[in-house]
């Protein structure tokens, strides 16, 4: 795993942003994982710029977002696919056909999964994706203890994840209790992976993610039976 520490969030989502927009421009048909939650705000927003100075086009890249809540509408306010519209692709001249979220409110859950595994394996794998890392060691929403062996599956989220993620809606009770996400399998088909962290209150995470050890209650730790991925923390998740 390559370490790459920055001074602050601004330079992390510039350093992200960079790598997004060069895999875009030296592909003709670009593959991007995405990511969600607070982590790649500014990643976005530094992509959207460079659209906008039209020194980026996503004409021509297809896009797959790693998890949605389970029960949320895609126009829900707090739902992924609303979050993704609000910080990139209503932005962007990406076609909304080369967008590709799970549906979290599938009436056959189980099969969405299955369709949406297969669409990556048809379409993907990602050529990059981009990852944030949960306080307790999630990515996407594998939480503590899941199959890091799986694809794409519904997950119950784990109490300090909702707890976590209160912050984006009004309480506590307002958080999903279940999601589905890429699994770990999944995510590991990705040609490269990019783990994003920034803050204090992700130091424990990194600290824990750099002693290296294989550990299901940690499932970023899956990640050094890839190859290439690059972590990016500023000082303060790094340092703290
Ligand atoms: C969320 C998402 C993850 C994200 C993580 C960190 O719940 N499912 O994909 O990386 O938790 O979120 P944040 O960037 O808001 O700290």
Avoid: W
Wanted: glycine share 8%.
């Amino acid at each position: 795993m390559d370490v790459v520490i920055v001074k602050n969030y601004i330079e992390m989502s510039k350093y992200a942003a960079g790598l997004v927009g060069e895999c875009i421009k030296e592909r003709d048909q670009p593959v991007i994982g995405l990511a969600t939650g607070g982590t790649p705000i500014g990643m976005y927003q530094l992509l959207v710029r460079q659209y906008r100075a039209g020194l980026l086009s996503f004409k021509h890249v297809r896009t797959f977002n790693l998890d949605e809540y389970i029960g949320l509408e895609p126009a829900h306010a707090k739902s992924y696919h609303r979050y993704m519209q609000e910080h990139l692709f209503s932005h962007v001249d990406i076609p909304p056909d080369q967008t590709f979220l799970p549906d979290g409110i599938a009436h056959n859950l189980r099969m969405e999964c299955r369709r949406y595994e297969k669409l990556l394996k048809k379409i993907g794998p990602p050529d990059l994706q981009i990852l944030g890392i949960g306080e307790n060691g999630h990515i996407g929403f594998n939480e503590p203890g899941s199959d890091l062996d799986s694809g794409t599956h519904v997950v119950r989220l784990a109490a300090s994840t909702r707890k976590a993620n209160a912050r984006y809606f009004q309480s506590l009770e307002n958080v999903p209790t279940h999601a589905i996400t890429m699994g770990v399998k999944s995510i590991l088909r990705s040609k490269k992976i990019v783990l994003l962290a920034s803050g204090d209150r992700k130091a424990e995470a990194v600290r824990r993610l750099l002693e290296g050890n294989p550990d299901p209650d940690f499932p970023a730790s899956a990640l050094y039976q890839h190859p290439n991925v690059t972590l990016i923390a500023d000082e303060k998740a790094f340092y703290s």
